[in-house]
């Protein structure tokens, strides 16, 4: 079975999918971006993915919850993964002998206080694990810690980002949708079919009047005139009676329901 996900070989993404499934399991295959993953997932039914859907420091991935609403797939699962970088170079270098360093536009920023601290000068490449091809004497490269030693590099700094909790949440997507009977997490699409006043606070003072908690509330552009929005909600709670009765009254009020998986979560940070 394939597992398609962003690479190249040692990104974050990679780190999440090989510790949720081994290279012996799965056939690994790497996209250059996050849309051509969703499109190789969405057009092969034999096939899983792992893709970032929210950073707690960037925010919300919205070619991700793009496809999710446009329903090309479906959400198996949901991976948690610190993000912790770190600067490589060359094998007898230190942090002292660095003057400039490479990586992509996330990782400078999420590293800027670390730049700064060191007076280093940087510039952009294409992703993180191309940035090693930087490393030279005086050159280093910000990548995800356990990417550059994929490639034989020994990392002079660790866990270098700017904020310690800093984390990225990844969802095992298919082209077919699966409940899992016993799932921690529901995550559901609420279209509303027209404008009007109080949508959101219809949405959520239905949950609330069956006491179900929502981990994640998040709207995306319905792309059709401005001011219209899909609500993604997630639920603490598997398909049960009382979501259902959800689903019915959100029906009533005159919104289109999608429930686009249930699922369990892996928390990967007690892996690493």
């Known amino acids: 079975m394939k597992l398609y996900y962003l690479g190249p070989?040692?990104?974050f993404s990679y780190l999440a999918a090989v510790q949720y499934k081994s290279e012996s399991e799965y056939d690994f295959i790497p996209k250059s971006n996050l849309y051509e993953v969703v499109q190789?997932?969405?057009n092969d039914d034999d096939s899983i993915a792992v893709v970032p859907i929210e950073n707690s420091i960037e925010g919300t991935i919205n070619i991700v919850a793009d496809a999710l609403t446009?329903?090309?797939?479906?959400?198996h699962g949901e991976l948690h993964l610190d993000i912790q970088f770190a600067l490589y170079g060359q094998d007898s270098a230190t942090v002292q002998d660095i003057n400039k360093v490479y990586?992509?536009?996330?990782?400078?920023?999420?590293?800027?206080?670390?730049?700064?601290?060191?007076g280093f000068e940087y510039d952009y490449v294409e992703s993180t694990i191309s940035s090693l091809n930087k490393i030279s004497d005086h050159t280093g490269a910000i990548a995800p810690l356990g990417g550059g030693e994929a490639y034989g590099y020994t990392a002079i700094d660790y866990n270098i980002q700017d904020f310690p909790h800093n984390t990225t949440r990844f969802l095992v997507v298919s082209s077919h949708p699966q409940h899992v009977t016993d799932a921690s997490d529901s995550m559901i699409l609420v279209t509303p079919k027209y404008d009007k006043p109080g949508l959101l606070a219809s949405i959520l003072n239905t949950f609330?009047?069956?006491?179900?908690?929502?981990?994640?509330?998040?709207?995306?552009?319905?792309?059709?005139q401005l001011g219209m929005y899909h609500f993604f909600v997630q639920a603490d709670t598997p398909i049960n009676?009382?979501?259902?009765?959800?689903?019915?009254?959100?029906?009533?009020?005159?919104?289109?329901?999608?429930?686009?998986g249930s699922f369990n979560k892996l928390d990967l940070s007690a892996k690493n």
């Not at 009047?209 to 981990?215: A, K, R, T």
């Open 9 to 11: 070989k040692g990104t």
């Open 40 to 42: 190789a997932v969405s």
């Open 70 to 75: 446009q329903q090309n797939i479906y959400a």
């Open 103 to 118: 990586s992509i536009a996330p990782a400078i920023s999420q590293t800027s206080k670390y730049i700064q601290k060191h």
């Open 208 to 224: 609330a009047l069956f006491n179900i908690n929502l981990s994640w509330i998040e709207s995306r552009p319905l792309k059709t």
């Open 241 to 260: 009676e009382d979501l259902n009765k959800v689903i019915k009254i959100l029906n009533t009020l005159d919104f289109e329901v999608t429930v686009i």
